[in-house]
């Protein structure tokens, strides 16, 4: 009996863990149906896929029920082939590595087709790939073919689609979730159509008729776009992997000019999940630990636009003030909450004086926005706005900016902690996604030695500043310097409060409970690209800090600026900037961390 699930299909009694999904695809056609056979990885499972070639404009198909080995599968094939020989007999068409979705322009249905891929990292064991080449068939054979197919607008179509590079930034699993966060797939083990509905599953819309149709995703493969890097690197003599990961919403997406700021639904433009994951290197095996943090930037979530003009470098910035209660900002920011809890801390990069206003203007009414909405929440879950002006700053030293942003950094990551697990080293390699065992359920926001009259701050006030020297810039709120003073407090007392606990049973190096991240990070400057990746690397890297700190591989967590490994991460959130910076600009970024004096 075969027991379907989304990670793929089971054979009751046969607990092996390559069962879980299919693998690699081999596709067949004869003049009335395309047949495509799955099998997993130790070619022990063998399913076939039937797709309907008479139709011209429905999508018909059919999955076997019935569950073959190879020489069965070969079988079935034979015979198959027996039965088509007055039509033409069965002929293959192609090795593939699964099904990207469906389409329909005006004529026929197309599939298109993963047919190369290349690994490209492994979290736990689990296999990631790019896509290298894929391809794009038409269903109905060609009797049945109209004048659409061949007609003009069809091959229009065709060419704008085809004018998606998949092999450029999609990345994929069999059976991880990628499309998910470490902590998401381990404390929340959602299979099926489910995963699909991710805001971060590029294809969804395409894999949507097939879903449908078969009830599971066995022969899909959910296309995550956006950035993946993994490499080994190494501290005090001692090997870790850095995994770092970005995903690209498919909601409100498109190129900057066209998308700017927020959409009805809330939803905002450029919105990106960054997800930083670090685990020991253990030759030969899996290791026990695994650490991983999640920061996310996104467009001003108010009304604005940009219009383009290649004689104005600098557009102006239009407002559109249509949405007085401010309903689809607070949208925005009830979606982040659902998605990681509170709190919620916002970085706005932007400025706050310019001779002609132009990001300005949004500054203002952003701090209004985030004042508006937290007149309706309860202190603990209110926002937390940091204004800090990047460009007035960034023509002093990178070094010195930097580590005003690694203030800030420990700052949030104080308020929402990191994910930390312990797992069982007993999994396998490749094993479907059901979630590490967890060994120690110690669940709970990773804090430090804060005072209660910074609690008290932190949770009465929206929205604050901070400046190069600790000193107030300028409060859209309420007068006074008290506020900077706070925050550089908290942030001294979160680093000595981190020393304290390293060897505490409370702590996390000693003890390694599991640890959950409650909150996110969100920055944002104008295109939510240049300054934004600096600021991201700064939290980055202090996050790598505390990360290596939990895994025992340094004593104190922190990294200096000077560090090798501080230059290596940099490597990284610089490669990052640029791809997201050609998605969303179609150029590369701008600004390097090395380069701050340039911030615009």
């Known amino acids: 009996m075969v027991v379907e699930d989304g990670a793929g299909a089971r054979i009751a009694g046969k607990p092996d863990a390559s069962s879980f999904y299919l693998h690699k695809f081999r596709l067949y056609e004869t003049r009335s149906k395309f047949y495509m056979i799955g099998r997993d990885k130790k070619r022990t499972l063998w399913r076939v896929l039937k797709i309907d070639r008479s139709e011209l404009s429905e999508l018909n198909i059919r999955e076997d029920a019935t569950t073959y080995s190879e020489s069965e599968c070969n079988e079935l094939l034979n015979r198959i082939d027996e039965g088509n020989r007055s039509t033409g007999g069965l002929k293959f068409v192609t090795n593939c590595y699964g099904i990207v979705g469906f389409v329909k322009f005006l004529g026929p249905y197309y599939m298109l087709l993963i047919t190369r891929r290349r690994q490209i990292g492994a979290i736990y064991g689990h296999t990631i790939y790019a896509v290298t080449k894929s391809e794009m068939i038409a269903l109905p054979n060609s009797t049945i073919s109209s004048n659409l197919t061949y007609s003009k607008n069809e091959n229009r179509y065709k060419k704008l689609l085809c004018t998606v590079d998949l092999t450029k930034d999609f990345f994929f699993s069999y059976s991880y979730h990628v499309m998910r966060s470490l902590q998401k797939n381990i404390s929340d083990s959602q299979t099926g159509q489910a995963l699909y509905e991710s805001m971060f599953v590029w294809n969804e819309f395409l894999t949507h008729g097939i879903r ?223 979630g590490p065992v967890i060994l120690k359920d110690h669940a709970g926001l990773w804090s430090f030695n804060f005072n209660n009259n910074v609690n008290n701050y932190i949770n009465n006030t929206d929205v604050y500043t901070i400046n190069r020297d600790g000193s107030q810039e300028d409060n859209m709120m309420e007068e006074g310097s008290q506020e900077d003073k706070m925050v550089r407090d908290a942030s001294q007392e979160a680093e000595q409060g981190t020393a304290e606990n390293k060897d505490s049973n409370c702590g996390i190096c000693l003890t390694k409970p599991i640890k959950f991240q409650k909150g996110v990070l969100r920055t944002n400057c104008i295109d939510c690209l240049d300054r934004t990746n600096v600021a991201q690397y700064a939290y980055g890297l202090a996050a790598l800090g505390h990360q290596l700190h939990a895994l025992s591989l340094i004593r104190v967590p922190k990294i200096d600026l000077d560090a090798p490994l501080a230059d290596d991460l940099m490597s990284f959130y610089e490669t990052m900037g640029d791809i997201l910076a050609h998605q969303y600009g179609g150029s590369a970024a701008h600004n390097k961390v090395y380069l701050l004096d340039n911030c615009y």
Do not use: M
């Not at 004689?311 to 401010?326: A, F, G, Q």
């Not at 659902?338 to 132009?358: D, F, T």
């Open 212 to 434: 449908n149709q078969l009830k599971n995703t066995l022969w899909t493969v959910a296309l995550v776009y956006g950035f993946f890097k993994q490499a080994k690197l190494s501290v005090s003599g001692k090997i870790f992997r850095l995994t770092l990961i970005a995903r690209r919403s498919r909601h409100y997406a498109g190129t900057r000019y066209l998308k700017r700021g927020v959409n009805e639904k809330g939803r905002v433009a450029n919105d990106v999940e960054t997800e930083q994951i670090v685990f020991e290197d253990i030759h030969g095996g899996i290791p026990t630990h695994i650490c991983s943090v999640v920061q996310n930037r996104g467009s001003i979530p108010l009304f604005w636009s940009q219009e383009t003009s290649r004689l104005n470098l600098k557009p102006d910035i239009v407002l559109h003030r249509k949405d007085t209660d401010y309903e689809a900002t607070r949208l925005h920011f009830e979606n982040l909450v659902k998605r990681y809890g509170n709190p919620i801390i916002i970085l706005n990069l932007i400025k706050s004086e310019e001779k002609k206003p132009r990001e300005s203007i949004l500054r203002s009414e952003f701090a209004n926005a985030i004042e508006f909405i937290n007149r309706d929440l309860p202190n603990e879950n209110r926002l937390k706005f940091l204004h800090w002006d990047l460009h007035k700053h960034s023509r002093s030293k990178a070094k010195g900016v930097l580590t005003l942003l690694g203030k800030v950094a420990t700052y949030a990551l104080n308020l929402t902690g990191f994910f930390h697990c312990e797992v069982t080293p007993a999994l396998g390699f490749d094993v479907a996604l059901g």
